[in-house]
Each structure stands twice: as C-alpha cells, then as structure tokens.
C-alpha cells in the first residue's frame, strides 16, 4: 500500500499569511494526488485534484504543485474560512490512503 | 444539486452486524463509481470500500475484507455497506463518496453516519 506523510500535523497562521502544508508519498504517484478540506462537523470537500487541478467552485487562493513523490498545497492570503483540517490523499490505486491531516489554526 | 445521504447507522455490540444505505440524488447514480469511507472520532480519513458503476469491480481495505460487502442498486439509485462481525475499532463515522473520473478521487460525500462498536 501507498502511505501518504502529510506535514507539519497542525499549524498556526493569521488571516492573510500563506502557508504550506506538504505531503509525501512512499512511492512515485504520477501527480495522482487529491487535497481535501474539512471543517468540524462537516464532510471533506475536494479542493485539488491531479495534483495541481482545482475542483470547481474551489478559490484560486488555493494551489497544488508537485510531482513524483513530493506534493504541497498552498494557500495565499488566509481567510475565516480556511481554518480546517487538510487531508492529501493518494488516487493512483486502491487502496486510496489518504496522509495524516494538518490542522490550520487562527493564531 | 447532488445529494448523498446515508443512514442505518446506530449502537451495536461486537460480533455483530449493521447494514448502511446511501440514497443519492441529483447526478446518474448508474454512470459512478461509489465508496464507503470511515473517520474514527478525532481521527483521519479512511478508504473502506468502493464499487464501479455496474458493479464489475469492487475493491476493500485490509482492515474490513471479509467481514464487510459494499454493494448497490442503481434501480433504486442506492449504495449500501453490509457489515459484520464489528469490532471496537470500526466504531467510525461513515460517508459515502461519489468517484470522480477514472481517478480515485471524491468529489462529493455524504454528511456521514456514526455506527458506534460497544458493549
């Protein structure tokens, strides 16, 4: 099975920073990558897919970019609403695991 | 307005055994693959089980093959999860999620349902 490695596992930010959240694969997953975002009580929602696509609907504040094993999402000038949990998943073959989780907390 | 919404969830003893369903809406239910995914209380994310559109490819995780069977009937546009001999560690909020593309990816889910494992 693939793991994914996220990093750092939760993280402190003020409204309009930019942070970075990293994920790392145990193997080369093609850019097979999704990021997903959760807020408490809610479901995930799909913010990037193939590594550097965004779904629909997601705000270009939002960025994915890597390759091979090595994956990040960035997120340009934070807002209220940004503060969740972060989930990279690997899509490339069942089973799909998904890293960790990174809280990003309001400093 | 695609919709997933699940259900059965609830309390049950180990050893033994619960059925979920996921009623969808809003998308041609028959054109998608489908997936069960679970997140223990304070936990991440994890793959459970997924089912292509007529049903020729299902695939389980370690942890639940055997015991569980991911099923579907697209007549009645619903995705159920059958699950059994429950242990502790299945106690979990579960979503059923929608695949997008030929990617293993998921691009809408469920609100979840909590099925608790106790004595």
């Known amino acids: 099975d693939i793991q994914m490695t996220q990093s750092p596992a939760s993280l402190s930010a003020s409204l309009g920073e930019t942070v970075t959240i990293e994920c790392l694969a145990s193997?080369?997953?093609?850019?097979?990558l999704a990021w997903y975002q959760q807020k408490p009580g809610k479901s995930p929602q799909l913010l990037i897919y193939d590594a550097s696509r965004l779904h629909t609907g997601v705000p270009s504040r939002f960025s994915g970019s890597g390759s091979g094993t090595q994956y990040s999402l960035k997120i340009n000038s934070l807002q209220p609403e940004d503060f969740a949990s972060y989930y990279c998943?690997?899509?490339?073959?069942?089973?799909?695991?998904f890293g960790g989780g990174t809280k990003l907390e309001l400093k | 307005e695609v919709q997933l919404v699940e259900s059965g969830g609830g309390l049950v003893q180990p050893g033994r055994s619960l059925k979920l369903s996921c009623v969808a809406s809003?998308?041609?239910?028959?054109?998608?693959?489908m997936n069960w995914i679970r997140q223990a209380p304070g936990k991440g994310l994890e793959w459970v089980a997924y089912i292509s559109s007529g049903s020729s490819y299902i695939y389980y995780a370690e942890t639940v093959k055997g015991r569980f069977t991911i099923s579907r009937d697209n007549a009645k546009n619903t995705l159920y999860l059958q699950m059994t001999s429950l242990r502790s560690e299945d106690t979990a909020l579960y979503y059923c999620a929608r695949i997008l593309g030929v990617r293993g990816y998921f691009d809408y889910w469920g609100q979840g349902v909590m099925v608790t494992v106790s004595s």
């Open positions: 998943q690997n899509g490339l073959s069942a089973p799909w695991t």
């Open positions: 193997e080369d997953i093609y850019d097979i």
């Open positions: 809003g998308f041609t239910f028959s054109n998608y693959g």
